[in-house]
């Protein structure tokens, strides 16, 4: 005996399924939207329930870019990188728009002075003595590729002086 399935019913199957999938994905980490997105275009679920899955994750207040946003500028920032490279990884990676981008960065209390100094203690350690030009230039390239801008370490560098953070 067959039975016939509706339309309703592989429709409410699929969104199950991707649902399930998106759940799967967030129980482990924070996720943006774009990269749900990207992923369940990769698993090849149908534009409906990707936006349904989306929305519904959104209501449930399950998926957050804003949340993410927070969670993933304090890891990196932890990882010693700086504000020019986790805005970039942000909108071009992740796929978060700049506004929110700018919203979390109006509330955070990360001092990127701070962290640039203990990226500058760690990876080079005699960074306060007087540097040759090649040194200097050594270490402007390492800062600068990891996203902090001249303001954040450039008087650190050749300055014997003491900083009290």
Avoid at 123 to 149: A, T
Wanted: proline content about 2%; hydrophobic content about 35%; charged content about 30%.
């Amino acid at each position: 005996m067959h039975q016939k399935v509706t339309e309703t019913e592989t429709h409410t199957t699929s969104f199950r399924l991707a649902l399930g999938y998106v759940m799967n994905l967030l129980a482990r980490r924070e996720y943006s939207e774009y990269e749900i997105r990207c992923k369940m275009q990769e698993k090849a679920f149908c534009e409906e329930d990707i936006e349904a899955v989306i929305l519904h994750c959104r209501q449930k207040n399950w998926q957050s870019d804003r949340r993410f946003t927070e969670n993933y500028l304090n890891f990196r920032a932890q990882r010693g990188y700086g504000l020019a490279r986790i805005k970039q990884e942000l909108i071009r990676l992740k796929g978060v728009p700049p506004a929110i981008i700018e919203e979390v960065l109006a509330e955070s209390d990360l001092d990127w002075n701070q962290i640039a100094h203990t990226v500058l203690n760690k990876k080079f350690p005699d960074y306060r003595k007087k540097q040759n030009p090649q040194s200097k230039q050594k270490i402007w390239r390492y800062m600068i590729s990891h996203g902090f801008s001249s303001d954040d370490f450039a008087d650190f560098i050749g300055n014997d002086d003491s900083f009290n953070f």
